[in-house]
Each structure stands twice: as C-alpha cells, then as structure tokens.
C-alpha cells in the first residue's frame, strides 16, 4: 500500500518524517493554501516527492520538479488532458527519467467519479478526495461505497479527512484497484506541521494488518 502524506512545508517536521515507512510526501504549491510551501528545501529524505498543484501554468510546475526534486505531480484543479500530456512529453526524459502524474478528482457522487474517464489514457493514478468549497485539506470524509462504481484501468488513492481513528475503516475496504492512502490535515497540530507520533501509530498499524497487497 502507498502511504502519502501531503503538506508538508517544516524541514524538521520533513526530517522526521523521513524516518517514518512513508512512500510518498506531498507539498502543496497552491498559494490560497494554508500548507503552500514558498521556500527552498535543504534536506534529502527517502520518500518520493510530490507536488500539487492547482490550474498552474506549467512552467511554474516544470520549475518546481526542478528545484524540489519532484518525482511526482499530482494536478488538483480542472487540468486538461492535453496540458497533462505535454507536461510529460516536456519532463520526461529530459528532465526526469519518468515523472508519475497523478490527477485529483473531488467527489460526492457517483457522476463525479465519471469524470475520470477523460484523463484515464494521460494519467499514472487519480486520487479521489472530498468535494468542497476549498481544494482539497477540509479534513471532511465522504461515502467510500461510492467509489465501488469506479471501473478504470489505473489504480488510485483515498483520500478525504482520513485521521487516527480510520485505520480499520481503511482496512475494511477493498476495491481491486485501491493503491494506496493519502494523509494530511487530521494528523495536523497546525497547517503543515504534522503529528508525527501520530502518523507512526497510524502507519505502523496500517502497516501490520494490510495484508492484502503482499
């Protein structure tokens, strides 16, 4: 199972982190977000990076793989599948030997989850949050049953307000093309700032009882 956990902006709380069984760590390069990371980092961590964004002009992503060393976009806004395509042609291989491209779809019903048939051929995963007045991070949950409507070839990640408590709730689904978790705000002391002993409980014990995808 991947396990991402996005909004990250604190080198300390990055460098913690990074001592956790993480795959995947996300900063959020939306400037209306309270998580918006505007500086550099200076601190390696084994975790592959990604980077959201939201209806970004795709120089200002470019650049950011670039300077983040990014292994990952996750779009979050109404990206077109062409914009989709000519971000991987312009990053991969020249930039990156492979670049993942992941596209965020908010859903409340069962229409929404259609929307991903558009970007189906261009994408590497969706992640299926909450919809809401803001861009992700509302730490509301929504209707997982929902998403047994889902019949695409990718795989794709939970998301929406999953916090300490949801471990068995995440366990307890099962949809073949379920790839993994993403994690942010319900594990929060502050915007960007996580509770990392939190997050290793949670992990750990995701960890030792997901025995479905060894």
């Not at 319900?186 to 025995?211: H, M, Q, S, Y």
């Amino acid at each position: 199972m991947i396990i991402k956990v996005c909004g990250m902006r604190d080198e300390d709380n990055i460098r913690r982190l990074g001592r956790l069984d993480v795959d995947w760590m996300g900063m959020i390069f939306y400037p209306r977000s309270p998580r918006y990371i505007d500086r550099p980092l200076h601190i390696k961590t084994s975790q592959r990076r990604a980077g959201v964004f939201v209806d970004e002009m795709p120089q200002t992503i470019i650049s950011a793989v670039a300077d983040y060393d990014l292994s990952i976009i996750q779009l979050h806004g109404s990206e077109t599948p062409e914009l989709v395509r000519n971000l991987r042609k312009t990053i991969s291989p020249d930039l990156r030997k492979e670049i993942t491209i992941v596209k965020a779809i908010s859903v409340s019903t069962e229409d929404d989850i259609r929307k991903y048939k558009q970007y189906e051929d261009d994408v590497d995963y969706f992640l299926f949050d909450t919809k809401c007045k803001t861009v992700g991070g509302s730490g509301r949950q929504y209707d997982w049953n929902i998403l047994y409507k889902y019949d695409g070839r990718k795989p794709f990640l939970l998301s929406g307000g999953i916090g300490p408590d949801d471990c068995q709730r995440i366990l307890d689904f099962h949809h073949l093309k379920c790839a993994g978790i993403d994690l942010n705000s319900r594990f929060e002391t502050a915007p960007g700032i996580k509770d990392i002993k939190a997050l290793e409980k949670f992990v750990n014990e995701i960890r030792k009882n997901n025995k479905r995808y060894e």
